[in-house]
């Protein structure tokens, strides 16, 4: 391509770009290029953080001239007109028998596959028309949209840092995307992350959860058929979560979180594993509401085809392998070995016309309809008869006054059509007596007296009347001492 230029001929050249010829218009014949010194030959340029620009300048006779000239290169996105993504500045550029070459610090971020043309300034004179910027074939690769394919075995594409990113990617869906072609079901990897010394895959996200990107997840995997995320292990931890709140979290339409022990050995292995140095191992809540197919809606289910559904262990002294707060309702047998501590209390309603409190004796007057499940509530009254044989046992608490509405509540009184927890067996703390029918002491035989709410010695009671045996002393008067329950 030839155009005026006053005094010069010029052509041109970029690393990338095809040979460009600009000139003044005239008579003088052109060198051909078997004339000409080859700049690719000539003129060496080096991979650095420049791009390499080479060139050959002529008179307008075609002589190669020699010196050093002013220079100026511009990029632009259009043809013509336009507002310049990179300006050099003006370069004083040594030019030797012709051939000069300059190195242009234009910013990476520019050749990002769009249309790109190049304007020249020489001495103050703008070279027109604008040359386009074209890509090397090989290059063609690096485009936007562009495949990098590899028929054989091997890497296709590979990216290396020496202590930054190897890799990096942004986009409005995603920044990375990977897709498996294999012909087999469940093999291949959509993308495969590998480190020696670190993590695999880090995954980060400052998003606000949302309903369409619940949680906000740093990593979120997703299967139509199999599992979102696997995590494997030769050894160490599979997946390991951790978090100032929820170290790992787990929502599905079955399980929230499932896992599996593969043990060979029966016996052997946990299906999850959970620990806490400072709090709860295992905390599980449940909203739902009991039905026929989710029995009591429980917030931890355990169930087990030949053991134990469910196993607590006590690791040592002062640890207890099960704790209740609330209702305990058990559905078949019941076993027990070693010591019990504590005692035995059944809910009752006061069918009185006077307060109860705490070791109060109460006798049975009839029964009310159940609260829990279909067992029927004992109605009770304070014992005011020399051993009654409908003695029942001795006051515990209110019932249903907790924070909660339901349940044990605090201790005091109870009044008149309410409920309370009667303790029914084993060791308790308070039982009103009166001594004045007889000095008690520990072992001795107790049942109902005169005095409403008291229980007195005997030494040869009734069938029936005996509520439990003493375990404190009373000399005289009345006032409260332990007792063991044991109705008989």
Avoid: C
Wanted: charged share 15%; proline share 6%; aromatic share 8%.
């Amino acid at each position: 391509m030839m155009r005026e230029w006053g005094r010069m001929w010029v052509i041109v050249g970029v690393v990338v770009a095809t040979a460009l010829m600009v000139g003044a218009a005239g008579a003088l014949p052109v060198r051909s290029q078997s004339e000409r010194p080859d700049p690719a030959t000539t003129i060496q340029s080096t991979v650095g953080e420049t791009i390499g620009y080479q060139g050959f300048l002529t008179d307008s006779e075609g002589e190669p001239l020699s010196g050093t000239y002013a220079m100026e290169f511009a990029l632009y996105r259009v043809e013509t007109f336009g507002t310049p993504v990179f300006q050099s500045g003006e370069i004083g550029v040594a030019v030797s028998e012709g051939l000069f070459e300059v190195g242009l610090a234009v910013p990476q971020q520019i050749f990002d596959g769009g249309p790109l043309w190049l304007a020249i300034v020489v001495d103050g004179e703008v070279l027109s028309p604008r040359q386009q910027i074209r890509p090397a074939p090989y290059a063609m690769s690096l485009r936007p949209g562009a495949t990098v394919a590899l028929p054989a075995t091997g890497t296709a594409l590979q990216v290396t840092s020496a202590d930054g990113v190897g890799l990096q990617g942004t986009g409005r869906v995603y920044g990375v995307h990977g897709t498996a072609s294999g012909a087999t079901q469940g093999s291949g990897y959509g993308g495969y992350f590998e480190s020696d010394t670190g993590i695999g895959v880090l995954g980060r996200s400052t998003a606000l959860s949302s309903h369409n990107n619940l949680f906000a997840p740093g990593v979120a995997g997703y299967s139509e058929q199999g599992v979102g995320v696997l995590g494997q292990a030769a050894t160490g931890f599979a997946v390991y979560g951790t978090s100032p709140g929820v170290g790992v979290g787990g929502s599905g339409q079955v399980y929230g979180v499932y896992g599996e022990s593969a043990a060979q050995t029966q016996g052997a292995g946990y299906g999850g594993y959970f620990a806490s140095s400072t709090g709860i191992g295992v905390f599980g809540e449940s909203t739902a509401l009991t039905s026929l197919n989710n029995n009591y809606a429980p917030g931890v289910y355990g169930r087990s085809e030949r053991g134990a559904g469910v196993l607590g262990e006590a690791g040592g002294p002062g640890s207890v392998a099960g704790l209740f707060l609330g209702h305990v309702v058990i559905e078949g047998d019941l076993f027990a070995t070693g010591s019990k501590a504590g005692y035995v209390v059944d809910i009752a309603r006061n069918d009185g016309d006077k307060p109860l409190v705490r070791g109060h004796l109460v006798v049975v007057t009839g029964a009310a309809d159940p609260v829990l499940g279909d067992i029927p509530v004992p109605l009770v009254r304070k014992a005011d008869t020399a051993a009654s044989t409908a003695v029942i046992g001795v006051v515990d608490a209110p019932y249903g006054r907790g924070e909660d509405g339901v349940g044990r509540g605090e201790n005091g009184p109870i009044a008149p059509g309410e409920y309370l927890t009667i303790v029914t067996l084993g060791t308790f703390g308070a039982i009103n007596v009166d001594a004045s029918y007889g000095a008690i002491q520990p072992g001795d035989l107790l049942v109902s007296s005169p005095t409403p709410g008291h229980a007195m010695r005997t030494e040869a009671p009734d069938v029936g009347t005996v509520v439990g045996k003493a375990l404190g002393t009373m000399e005289d008067g009345t006032g409260s001492i332990a007792v063991m329950v044991t109705l008989q």
